[in-house]
């Protein structure tokens, strides 16, 4: 059984990084075609991709906000952080990570966790 | 990037109807989409896959159908449980991209 959860502040201000993890379990990042992104949706708007990580290493972002986005695998291969830097007030939104197999979307979401950006 | 252009934004629907609801791609992608179901303060969830897989566990009213440029999600008689914002998203290039959503509203 596939599951994912996401943690990190609720609330930030605006210029500082926001910090994600998202910890999973059911799959290995080891094995071939895994993968976990990252997605998010500002309250009342729809979905945006932002980021996502594979098992070779391979990292792909949304050219609207790649100067701001870092996607890593933890050295424990059971967690995926997201880096945002520069945070705005315009970021806020639920933040959801994802289980991705190579190919074939989204299968399996977190819960999502909602960042405040706000002084 | 890929435009994802659904529609309609929005219906209003009674139990029992057909309900068809439109994605259409800005370039071909294959049958590289899916289809999500997402209700108010949940994660999405997948229903369709490749553009016409029912995700395991999804009732069998739920259908996809379409390739390259054009899909449709169809929900054969709608149930008070479908009442929801759906979305599209393709997966075939970077950046993954989403439809902006339809709304399906009780009539």
């Known amino acids: 059984q596939i599951t994912l959860k996401e943690s990190g502040p609720t609330l930030v201000e605006p210029t500082q990084t926001l910090t994600l993890t998202c910890t999973f379990s059911g799959f290995s990042l080891r094995s071939t075609g895994m993968g976990v992104g990252w997605i998010r949706q500002p309250p009342g708007k729809a979905l945006e991709w932002l980021a996502v990580?594979?098992?070779?290493?391979?990292?792909?972002?949304s050219p609207s906000l790649n100067s701001r986005l870092t996607i890593t695998k933890d050295t424990s291969e059971t967690q995926v952080v997201l880096r945002m830097t520069n945070m705005d007030p315009v970021d806020t939104a639920t933040y959801y990570c994802a289980h991705i197999w190579f190919g074939s979307g989204f299968g399996y979401w977190g819960q999502g966790t909602l960042v405040t950006v706000s002084s | 990037d890929i435009q994802m252009t659904q529609s309609p934004s929005s219906l209003s629907a009674s139990v029992g109807d057909r309900v068809t609801i439109t994605c259409r791609a800005s370039?071909?992608?294959?049958?590289?989409l899916g289809w999500y179901q997402q209700k108010p303060g949940k994660a999405p969830k997948r229903l369709i896959h490749a553009a016409s897989s029912l995700q395991s566990g999804v009732p069998s009213r739920f259908s996809g159908s379409g390739s390259g440029t054009e899909f449709t999600l169809t929900i054969s008689s709608l149930q008070p449980e479908d009442f929801a914002t759906y979305y599209c998203?393709?997966?075939?290039?970077?950046?993954?991209?989403f439809g902006q959503g339809t709304k399906v509203e009780i009539k």
């Open positions: 990580i594979f098992w070779d290493d391979d990292e792909r972002y």
């Open positions: 370039q071909g992608i294959r049958n590289d």
């Open positions: 998203l393709q997966h075939n290039s970077y950046p993954y991209t």
